[in-house]
């Protein structure tokens, strides 16, 4: 059996079945993608909601997860080994070894670091979907300025914001 240590700073939202910040997050990540997605996850945790995303993209996409607690990692491998998913160790070097403009979809969990979300609509193809959940809609004003993008409330899911990088003109 797998164990992992709780502490302060490590959540454990997908372990608990009735919690509703991780139910929110799942119906609005669910929402945010399609199959076939390239999807990259910041904030993974355990592996949950990777688990989730992996199965409703399909074999014809993929998720690489990304949580900068090394025991989550750890954890998150060993109880989802996916095909279609890869769960990493969230540093600088990992998120910059990821090609531009690779994937249709990114999402920010709770769980993950403050991004400047400029450089994450990077990371999106064009078109593609930038994810903010929980405290990191309060970054969507930054992001007004950028040309050639929307900004809108994920239905039914108060604490979601969808940014979309609209196709090229």
């Known amino acids: 059996s797998m164990r992992i240590r709780a502490t302060r700073d490590r959540k454990f939202l997908d372990l608990l079945p009735s919690d509703t ?26 592996g949950a909601l990777t688990a989730h995303l992996a199965d409703h993209v399909g074999p014809s996409g993929a998720v690489t997860a990304f949580e900068a607690d090394a025991q989550s990692v750890a954890y998150a491998r060993a109880r989802y080994p996916l095909d279609n998913a890869a769960h990493e ?40 979907r930038l994810l903010l959940l929980g405290p990191h809609t309060a970054l969507a004003p930054r992001l007004k300025p950028v040309q050639g993008i929307a900004i809108e409330p994920v239905t039914a899911v108060s604490t979601a914001l969808l940014v979309r990088k609209l196709p090229a003109a």
């Open 21 to 46: 910040e991780h139910q929110l997050n799942l119906r609005a990540a669910l929402a945010a993608t399609r199959p076939g997605d390239r999807v990259l996850l910041l904030g993974a945790g355990t």
């Open 89 to 128: 160790r969230l540093t600088k070097s990992t998120l910059n070894a990821e090609p531009a403009a690779a994937a249709e979809t990114v999402i920010l969990t709770p769980l993950s670091p403050p991004f400047d979300p400029a450089e994450l609509l990077g990371r999106l193809a064009r078109p593609g």
